[in-house]
């Protein structure tokens, strides 16, 4: 990064942006490709390309072993998984979701034409709010799904007691969570399922790819009828299916991935506190907490702005930033009641979501994973810093 000394140097004014290269939020983290390409050329070799093939067995087997579950049937990417498990579990009616969330957990129910019904978050936890929950409950309703937002784990026993004194289904979307336990347990044993995302941006990837984790043998048998077009057999269809299978590219990816996962954290949770170190004592911010004494895979950096403090919007800093070429994200901007066809079934949904209208205004993610070093972490606080405290100049030069 070329040092940026005056507000008249940052890019947003024309100056040389400090990043020759875009910094991307999502840069997938690779294993080793020497494992990956010999796994690859096994493949080729052998002309077994998918159908449950090897790898994808050997993938599954591992990841029951890291997860400490019977079940994790590997899948082609976690929105498939989701429809699969919502599908599986006769999901029907309503099911309530968090709206501040990737719109996949809301598609994936409103595809089969559940509804979904947008609850407000915790603040603190940016994970479903109990109490809202249960305000939310119909007679129409069938199942909750938590998010487990940022990898942190939802309010587990909380949601675990609600779903059985009223009756529900609880699954949990876990595309966050691939290596974060609760209470010493890992996440995949919560709830009725919970469904993992192994998309290239996630912390943890198989190009694209996703899981269905259950403790429940019948339900796990029919996840794996139903990714598979529900064959039974060779000629016998036993239920209505899809196509959810997992190539074997994608489970060599995973065992690749898997053999480097404590270096992708390591690398994360380095990076974590360096960004905690250099945004020490900007006004109106501060990072997302996790908990040290759970496993984390400390995938996520979010920035939680306050605007008042800090006298610059989220957006004003997004678009300082990204001039920059510091591409952080907005995730999860707009909230899915503002998106179609959401915001126009349910048009005042946000007056029951203070919570998430806030927060969706608030965050911001920033790059992470080990294609950022330690200076470039620096740099980018340093822009946040500099424009902070810099932020009447910043406003009164054109920023409105
Ligand atoms: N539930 C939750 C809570 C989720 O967050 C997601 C997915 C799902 C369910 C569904 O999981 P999958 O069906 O995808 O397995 C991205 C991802 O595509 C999506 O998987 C993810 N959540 C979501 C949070 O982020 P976009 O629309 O932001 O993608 P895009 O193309 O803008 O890329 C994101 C960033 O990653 C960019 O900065 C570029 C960078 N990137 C991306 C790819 C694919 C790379 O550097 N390399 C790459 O190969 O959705």
């Not at 890992?186 to 912390?203: C, D, L, P, R």
């Not at 994973?369 to 822009?383: H, P």
Request: hydrophobic letters at 40%; a neutral charge; aromatic letters at 10%.
């Amino acid at each position: 990064m070329k040092k940026k000394i005056t507000t008249s140097d940052l890019a947003i004014y024309g100056g040389t942006p400090a990043f020759a290269e875009p910094l991307h939020v999502g840069k997938p983290n690779m294993g080793q490709s020497k494992d990956f390409f010999a796994r690859v050329n096994d493949i080729m070799e052998r002309r077994w390309f998918s159908n449950n093939g090897r790898y994808v067995q050997e993938f599954e087997r591992e990841l029951c072993k890291f997860l400490g579950v019977k079940h994790c049937i590997p899948m082609c990417n976690a929105t498939v998984a989701l429809e699969i498990a919502i599908r599986a579990l006769e999901l029907k009616g309503e099911v309530i979701i968090p709206s501040f969330t990737f719109i996949a957990t809301a598609h994936a129910l409103q595809w089969q034409e559940v509804t979904p019904v947008f609850c407000d978050i915790d603040p603190v936890t940016h994970n479903l709010d109990p109490v809202c929950v249960e305000k939310l409950i119909t007679p129409r309703t069938s199942g909750i799904i938590g998010v487990h937002v940022w990898g942190r784990p939802c309010a587990v026993e909380t949601l675990s007691e609600i779903a059985k004194r009223r009756g529900l289904k609880l699954m949990f979307d876990a595309a966050h969570a691939f290596a974060c336990s609760h209470n010493g347990k890992m996440i995949g044993n919560f709830g009725n399922a919970e469904v993992f995302s192994f998309h290239a941006t996630k912390f943890f990837n198989t190009f694209e790819g996703g899981a269905v984790a259950t403790n429940d043998d019948a339900l796990a048998a029919k996840i794996r009828l139903m990714k598979n077009f529900g064959f039974q057999g060779l000629d016998n269809v036993i239920y209505i299916g899809t196509n959810g299978k997992m190539t074997e590219i994608s489970a060599a990816m995973g065992l690749t991935s898997l053999e480097s996962k404590n270096q992708f954290i390591s690398v994360n949770r380095a990076n974590y506190y360096t960004y905690q170190q250099h945004l020490e004592n900007i006004p109106g911010v501060r990072l997302i907490d996790y908990n040290d004494n759970e496993e984390n895979n400390y995938h996520y950096i979010v920035l939680q702005l306050n605007d008042k403090e800090a006298k610059i919007s989220r957006d004003q800093l997004l678009a300082i930033l990204s001039a920059e070429n510091v591409l952080a994200r907005r995730y999860f901007f707009p909230g899915c009641h503002r998106m179609e066809p959401y915001r126009s079934y349910f048009p005042h949904a946000g007056l029951l979501l203070p919570e998430t209208e806030s927060l969706t205004t608030s965050v911001l993610s920033l790059p992470n994973g080990d294609t950022v070093s330690k200076e470039t972490i620096k740099s980018i606080c340093e822009l946040i810093r500099f424009s902070i405290n810099n932020s009447d100049e910043i406003r009164a030069f054109r920023l409105n």
